[in-house]
């Protein structure tokens, strides 16, 4: 008996220990599988749906005001004449019709503004492309056509302030009037400047004063004066090129002073100093050919933006980056068409709530919202559509 019972002993003794050491194991696993981030899930009733039958075109600009409400650009012409059908003449059908270029949101999703297009004074450009509202309430447009050298500035009504550089009359990566074909703006509210990301044509990042539009000085990658020779195709196995391939899709300024640029083909995110000067690199999916990964960044809003968010359109995701070192945490998103997936997404904000939304160029057409729900760990690797949890 006694002998029996010491073997039972025995065996619930390793039964404990196996227990306690398959434990020990799922916790590393999780910890080498989980890190610690921002976690988001997408709001599937945001934004509410349009009035009058609207509908967008490709959409390919996003940014937040003070008043956290959400703007959007748009190209309406995109739209087929089959989708815009009631916009034929005469109408093909009551639905639908094409909704003006500049669409504004309050923070329940409602559209609350809209205008935009050709008018008096200045060039709408043939091709809108990044939208940008500042620390003043004016509304900053770009155009990514062969002939948009030029940048618009608007009030937050729609009233035509300012337009800098003219249409059709870019000389390249060094012309100190217009622009070539540029993609985004960002107003520095401390010194009253704007980092055009130029762009499309031009290879570089240009700042102006954004009151009177004199240019104050621009560079190329690593800091280079920009040189538009045509360096060929990406090639992931070829050195770093010296210089940006088109387009420059983004330069975005963090609160302590850095210039985060988009190189978009060339798969890698350039930080330099406000006057142009080089700090680091970093190369995203970097086999990804065609159009690039690295579309566009934003900030988390901490107080040291601690975090990066980087829209990857070419791989259907959202990179969750640590600022400084550049590190990848996770990702989020997935090819397809449902709330949270993702087509083409183009265009990257965040709201004072560190809320995420994105817009989507091509056949995606629209506007998401991604709720912040506070640092938690997260797949280290790839979240997938991050749907809401019951």
């Excluded at 995701?317 to 997404?345: C, N």
Aim: hydrophobic share 35%.
């Amino acid at each position: 008996m006694k002998r029996h019972q010491l073997i039972g002993a025995t065996f619930v003794g390793v039964l404990a220990a196996l227990a306690i050491a398959e434990r020990a194991v799922d916790r590393a696993l999780s910890a080498q599988s989980t890190v610690q981030a921002p976690r988001f899930e997408v709001d599937p009733f945001w934004p509410k749906p349009l009035p009058n039958g609207w509908l967008m075109g490709m959409t390919i600009g996003v940014g937040v005001d003070a008043q956290d409400h959400v703007w959007i650009v748009h190209r309406a012409d995109t739209l087929s004449p089959n989708e815009a059908a009631a916009d034929q003449s005469p109408p093909a059908a009551s639905c639908c019709s094409k909704a003006p270029p500049v669409l504004e949101f309050d923070q329940s999703g409602t559209l609350v503004g809209h205008w935009g297009g050709p008018g008096n004074g200045y060039e709408w450009p043939s091709s809108n492309h990044g939208i940008f509202v500042d620390h003043k309430d004016n509304v900053w447009i770009g155009g990514n056509d062969v002939q948009d050298a030029h940048v618009l500035k608007f009030s937050r009504s729609g009233k035509f302030l300012m337009q800098f550089g003219r249409k059709g009359q870019s000389k390249g990566s060094n012309d100190m009037e217009s622009f070539g074909r540029v993609a985004k703006i960002f107003v520095d509210p401390k010194e009253n400047e704007a980092y055009i990301a130029d762009g499309y044509g031009n290879k570089r990042v240009a700042v102006i004063d954004a009151d009177t539009g004199k240019f104050k000085r621009y560079w190329g990658a690593y800091g280079n004066k920009p040189d538009d020779a045509n360096i060929g195709r990406y090639d992931p196995n070829a050195p770093p090129a010296q210089q940006f391939r088109t387009p420059v899709h983004c330069a975005e300024l963090s609160t302590d002073g850095f210039v985060y640029v988009c190189d978009r083909p060339n798969d890698r995110i350039q930080v330099f100093r406000k006057d142009g000067t080089f700090v680091k690199e970093a190369f995203i999916a970097k086999r990804t050919l065609g159009d690039g990964s690295v579309w566009d960044i934003a900030f988390s809003k901490d107080a040291q933006q601690k975090y990066l968010y980087l829209a990857d359109g070419k791989n259907e995701k959202v990179y969750v980056m640590d600022r400084q070192s550049l590190e990848i945490l996770t990702s989020f998103g997935d090819g397809g068409r449902q709330p949270g997936q993702f087509f083409a997404v183009h265009s990257i904000a965040t709201d004072s709530k560190g809320n995420i939304f994105t817009t989507e160029t091509y056949e995606g057409r629209r506007l998401q919202k991604f709720v912040y729900k506070g640092l938690a760990p997260v797949t280290k690797k790839d979240q997938g559509t991050v749907w809401p949890v019951r």
